[in-house]
């Protein structure tokens, strides 16, 4: 999978695949033959489906039954290529739902904290000076509380709150580009 870097400066930063060179292909050689992660999936592909013999001549797994005879087991690069980029993006959009349910959650739990039991006084009881006094009173409290009292937001919320707020958009891009990624390799095949 891409490595990324998020700079402060809000850059993004896409170092590639480790190893990856351009022009070298990861499952099938230029001439057809398959790369040495192409024969690990082939033989996967041979297990899976049964194909429980394999012909060193030819380099193909293959089966017999006494109806059809002898039936190859046929590789397909390209087939492999579309399910790396196609479980890579279920990877990243399952990421990107878990991103987008923390940081709602954090936001609940934030909006959750920050309310303040507030209850509604039964105004017609109390007389004009009561009700300007119980004002004063909770406006004295307030500013009270914002020159000597100042909320803190820990370190770590805040670094969270900024990782969640960052990887969402990234993860975004990816999903995008993954999804076409996908549409182009579809009209193309």
């Known amino acids: 999978m891409a490595n990324y870097t998020i700079n402060t400066s809000n850059e993004l930063y896409h170092h590639g695949i480790k190893g990856q060179k351009w022009g070298v292909r990861r499952y099938q050689n230029k001439d057809g033959s398959l790369t040495s992660a192409g024969n690990k999936r082939y033989a996967r592909d041979a297990r899976e489906q049964g194909y429980n013999k394999y012909d060193a001549e030819s380099g193909t797994y293959y089966r017999t039954s006494k109806k059809n005879g002898r ?65 004063n009173r909770e406006l004295l409290e307030r500013q009270y509380n914002d020159v000597f009292n100042q909320k803190k937001i820990s370190k770590g919320r805040e670094y969270a709150k900024n990782i969640l707020e960052t990887t969402g958009t990234v993860l975004g891009v990816a999903s995008s580009a993954l999804g076409i990624a996908l549409a182009i390799k579809e009209l193309r095949g």
Request: aromatic share 4%.
């Open 71 to 135: 039936s190859d087991l046929n590789s397909d690069a390209n087939r492999y290529v579309k399910e790396d980029v196609e479980r890579t993006k279920k990877v990243v959009d399952s990421t990107r739902q878990m991103n987008d349910t923390l940081r709602v959650s954090n936001q609940n739990y934030i909006n959750n904290n920050s309310k303040r039991n507030n209850k509604r006084m039964d105004l017609s009881s109390m007389s004009d000076q009561e009700l300007r006094n119980q004002i």
